[in-house]
């Protein structure tokens, strides 16, 4: 599976973006997913994830009730919209897929195999 980010620019603060991710090669077969962003010099966070079935989706305490996870079975995409952005959503951000058969969304890193290059997003103030 590969995973390709695209989407990402720059915004105003208070403004709104939605960044895509779509997979090729192999389809994604009950994977659950999710996104992933790293700021300049700070570790890497989690942001949201969704599970296979979509039912069960977690965001992460910075960025909830601003940012939604949805994914398009029928196009294998992921989306992120992110809404009321801050200067500290600026970072790259990636999205990740869990191994075929990992149907639970996770907000830890180490449990997605399948990673995209990453697309940045700069918010300014």
């Known amino acids: 599976v590969q995973l390709q980010a695209s989407g990402g620019g720059w915004v105003q603060a208070g403004g709104s973006l939605r960044v895509s991710c779509a997979a090729s090669?192999?389809?994604?077969?009950?994977?659950?997913m999710a996104w992933f962003r790293q700021a300049p010099g700070k570790e890497r966070e989690f942001v949201a994830a969704?599970?296979?079935?979509?039912?069960?989706?977690y965001s992460g305490d910075s960025v909830k009730g601003r940012f939604s996870i949805s994914r398009d079975y029928n196009k294998n995409m992921l989306f992120l919209q992110m809404n009321s952005l801050k200067p500290e959503d600026t970072a790259v951000y990636y999205c990740?897929?869990?191994?075929?058969?990992?149907?639970?969304?996770?907000?830890?890193?180490?449990?997605?195999?399948?990673w995209g290059q990453g697309t940045l997003v700069t918010v300014s103030s």
């Open positions: 990740a897929a869990r191994a075929h058969g990992s149907t639970s969304a996770s907000s830890q890193g180490a449990t997605y195999v399948y």
């Open positions: 090669g192999r389809t994604l077969s009950r994977n659950a």
């Open positions: 969704v599970s296979w079935g979509g039912d069960t989706t």
